[in-house]
C-alpha cells in the first residue's frame, strides 16, 4: 500500500511540554489519530505507560492510535494515547502492593469483638468471628 494514498496531514500535537508537529490519518473525537510508530514519541498507550512505570494520572487522551491486529479479519481499532509528560509514577512498587493486598486481606480476618486475627475471613456483615457469634468464648473462659 503507498503510504501516500493515506491522506495524511500535519497536525501539532502538544504533550503537555512540547508542541510536535506530526502527519495523522485524520480526527475522532477531536483526537488526531496516528499509526504505530507515526505519533510522537512522548505518547504512550496506557499498557505502554504501564510497562515504564508510570500511570496515566487522570489525564485526558491526547491523541489515538490507530492499530490492525495481526490477524487479517480483525478490523482496524484505535487506542487512547497519553503524554508522558503528564504520567505519573505508578504509585509503590509491586512488592508495596503485594503488602498492601496482604494487609487488606489481614484485615478482613481480624474480628471486631475480640479483636484477633482468628485465621479465616469473618462475616463482611457482622465483621464477628465465630466463637463471638456464638458466645463460645465464654464457654472455654
Ligand atoms: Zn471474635
Not at 490519518?25 to 515504564?52: H, I, K
Not at 480476618?109 to 479483636?115: A, D, G, K, L, P
Amino acid at each position: 500500500m503507498n503510504p501516500r494514498n493515506r491522506k495524511q496531514r500535519p497536525v501539532t500535537v502538544f504533550d503537555g511540554h512540547t508542541h510536535h508537529v506530526a502527519l495523522c490519518r485524520g480526527f475522532r473525537d477531536g483526537l488526531p489519530m496516528f499509526g504505530w510508530g507515526e505519533g510522537p514519541s512522548t505518547l504512550l498507550t496506557e499498557s505502554q505507560l504501564s510497562s515504564v512505570g508510570l500511570r496515566r494520572n487522570g489525564q485526558d487522551p491526547v491523541a489515538l492510535l490507530v492499530f490492525r491486529h495481526h490477524k487479517p479479519y480483525r478490523r482496524e481499532e484505535t487506542t487512547e494515547l497519553f503524554s508522558v509528560e503528564r504520567a505519573a509514577p505508578k504509585r509503590g512498587t509491586l512488592a508495596q502492593r503485594r503488602a498492601k493486598v496482604q494487609e487488606a486481606l489481614r484485615v478482613r480476618r481480624i474480628c471486631v469483638e475480640c479483636r484477633q486475627d482468628v485465621g479465616y475471613y469473618v462475616p463482611t456483615s457482622t465483621r464477628v468471628c465465630w466463637q463471638c457469634e456464638s458466645g463460645t468464648w465464654e464457654v472455654a473462659a
